[in-house]
């Protein structure tokens, strides 16, 4: 129950919000006063199985006024019980939620409001119709409450509540008295309406109270319409009843006649005339006495709504929220809310207070041609429908425009596309078994182009791209074909490039290495042969020097002159000759070794 409860006040906050951003027509003003709230009457005694009316007053408390109330009332469930709730003279015109009973609970709440504030002191909000059931001292109180200013703010003004206290006293004694042949009237007409319990009329006072409810299989619940127009009435006979009459018309105050239709427990009727009606059951004991009458009321409403129309002004901009003007009509029950099907397919409940001055913005819709059809519901569950098809401009869905078809493992990855302007957009990348891989999000620019780039690239394999969007005015659209991607292994050179650079640079570094060695070598060796060429040169120049005057000395001993001016034999040309071949031999001998050694220097490293 608290969360209902809170549902009726966010309801009515829903309400007093919607109405004054309507009627507002200057700047917001602080309430003034303090707002009560009380039961009329506050005490009264009852006998058992009488029926009696509490009404919920309202006190504005001066200032401003109030034009939203609600709340709640407890009663002890085993000495009251509801029998109806009527609003026909409440102050307010507009009901989020009509006031509602539970006799099992024990509790009545009502949630209501009015386009006007109220600014009296003795307002009625709604009628609740009891039924004592036990006697003894019981009370009625008000579990909680709201009075909300129209100051354009909903400041909750309510001051106060003041409760009732009732003394239900025992029923009346079962004697016999005498049947009046004419002091009751009774009808059986035709109608509808809600409440059941004991309801008075004339005649003489009634001296026998039967302990009875009625209740209807086809129209349970009083306070609700119904289209169905044969409705059928039950009650349970108690063995101090010995005779029952009805009559069912559309005065709620009717006393069957003191004519006994027999011990019957059930009643139907066929065909009953729309609107509100009652029912009147009566019972009669052994001894003759005659109850008064217990009354439910019905509500049929048999006519849909009138005819309608309805036009659509699809919103401005991509994806915008469409504006639909219609109003519908009921003379019967009234409009309870409107169904909204766009489409065909997706469909909307739409409260009245949705509907302002014939206005409902329509929830977002995504760009395209689009259908809708307004079914406006009666209280009765009547409908009358109306349609209307229009056109909103813009990307219909996202899509990726740009993206490789085959890129190379680990290379960055560029995707681009199109969505509505201003939309954020997500962009997944699926792997081949399901598993998002990656997603970004982003914004459209105005143009409506996004882009999405994966800087570290994916592992090889195949790749499905999805892309959504939820749009400026909260439309969600996703694309319906997905693109493929297929990302491969890189070459043999893109994947060990690095490491034949390498061995690249490592080879040419060797091999300067090398070559610096090599020219040290040769410049070694160049220099070492240089040495050995000019010790060569030297010790040739000396041996050819030393052959030469070897040569003259021989041929001089051979001749004869200096040689034997000195006083030296003559020689013999065999012996000069031998000389000279020795010197020759000593001669080629050292030249030889310098050459020798000229060779093995150009030959070391």
């Not at 539970?102 to 009545?108: A, E, I, L, M, Q």
């Not at 009459?245 to 011990?263: C, E, H, I, V, Y």
């Not at 004991?285 to 217990?294: E, K, P």
């Not at 001016?565 to 000279?580: I, R």
Request: charged share 15%.
């Amino acid at each position: 129950m608290k969360n209902q409860q809170a549902r009726y006040k966010n309801s009515v906050a829903a309400l007093l919000v919607a109405m004054l951003a309507v009627l507002s027509l200057g700047p917001a003003v602080h309430a003034a006063g303090s707002a009560a709230m009380s039961l009329s009457p506050s005490s009264g005694t009852y006998a058992v199985g009488k029926n009696f009316t509490v009404s919920v007053m309202l006190d504005s408390g001066g200032g401003i006024g109030v034009n939203a109330a609600d709340g709640k009332l407890t009663f002890d469930p085993t000495q009251l019980a509801v029998q109806s709730v009527s609003k026909a003279n409440s102050v307010f015109n507009l009901w989020v939620a009509d006031p509602s009973f539970s006799n099992t609970d024990g509790s009545v709440s009502f949630s209501g409001g009015s386009n006007n504030a109220y600014t009296g002191s003795a307002g009625n909000v709604f009628d609740i119709t009891f039924q004592a059931l036990k006697a003894g001292t019981t009370s009625v109180s008000f579990a909680s409450g709201d009075a909300l200013a129209a100051d354009g703010q909903g400041t909750n003004v309510l001051g106060g509540t003041t409760g009732a206290t009732f003394t239900i006293g025992g029923s009346a004694s079962a004697t016999q008295t005498p049947k009046p042949s004419s002091a009751d009237s009774g009808s059986s007409s035709s109608g509808s309406g809600s409440g059941s319990g004991n309801g008075g009329g004339g005649g003489a006072p009634a001296s026998f109270t039967p302990t009875v409810t009625i209740s209807s299989p086809t129209n349970p619940d009083p306070t609700k319409w119904y289209n169905n127009p044969n409705p059928n009435f039950t009650w349970q006979l108690t063995p101090d009843i010995a005779g029952v009459n009805t009559a069912f018309d559309q005065n709620p105050n009717t006393l069957p006649k003191r004519s006994s239709a027999g011990l019957i427990s059930s009643k139907q009727f066929s065909n009953v005339p729309e609107g509100v009606s009652y029912f009147h059951a009566r019972f009669e004991d052994a001894l003759g006495n005659w109850s008064d009458a217990f009354t439910m009321q019905v509500q049929i409403d048999m006519t849909p709504p009138k005819p309608f129309t309805v036009t659509a002004q699809p919103g401005a901009g991509i994806s915008g929220r469409t504006v639909l003007e219609f109003t519908a009509t009921d003379t019967v029950s009234g409009v309870d809310h409107y169904v909204a099907i766009f489409d065909g397919t997706a469909s909307t409940t739409v409260p009245l207070s949705d509907v302002v001055n014939g206005i409902y913005t329509a929830p977002p819709l995504l760009a395209g041609k689009h259908t809708v059809a307004i079914l406006a519901m009666d209280k009765a569950g009547n409908s009358a429908e109306a349609d209307a098809e229009f056109n909103i401009a813009g990307v219909s869905s996202p899509e990726i425009t740009n993206f490789p078809a085959t890129v190379i493992e680990n290379s960055p990855i560029v995707l681009e596309g199109v969505a509505d302007s201003g939309s954020n957009v997500t962009v997944d990348l699926n792997s081949s078994a399901g598993k998002v891989v990656s997603e970004g999000k982003m914004v459209a620019d105005t143009t409506g182009h996004w882009l999405y780039a994966v800087e570290g690239g994916l592992p090889g394999g195949d790749y499905s791209l999805g892309v959504s969007m939820v749009t400026t005015q909260g439309a969600f659209a996703s694309t319906t074909a997905r693109a493929m991607m297929h990302v491969i292994s890189a070459p043999f050179i893109d994947r060990f490039g690095w490491i034949l650079i390498v061995l690249l640079i490592s080879a040419i570094c060797g091999l300067v290495t090398f070559g610096f060695y090599k020219k040290k070598i040769f410049d070694m060796q160049v220099a070492l042969a240089k040495r050995e060429n000019t010790e060569a040169r030297e010790k040739t120049k000396a041996v050819f020097e030393a052959l030469r005057e070897e040569v003259d000395d021989q041929v001089s001993h051979m001749e004869g002159g200096a040689a034997q001016a000195q006083g030296e034999a003559k020689l013999e040309p065999e012996v000069v000759l031998d000389s000279m071949r020795t010197a020759l031999g000593i001669s080629e001998t050292t030249i030889q070794k310098e050459i020798d050694d000229v060779d093995k220097a150009l030959a070391e490293e």
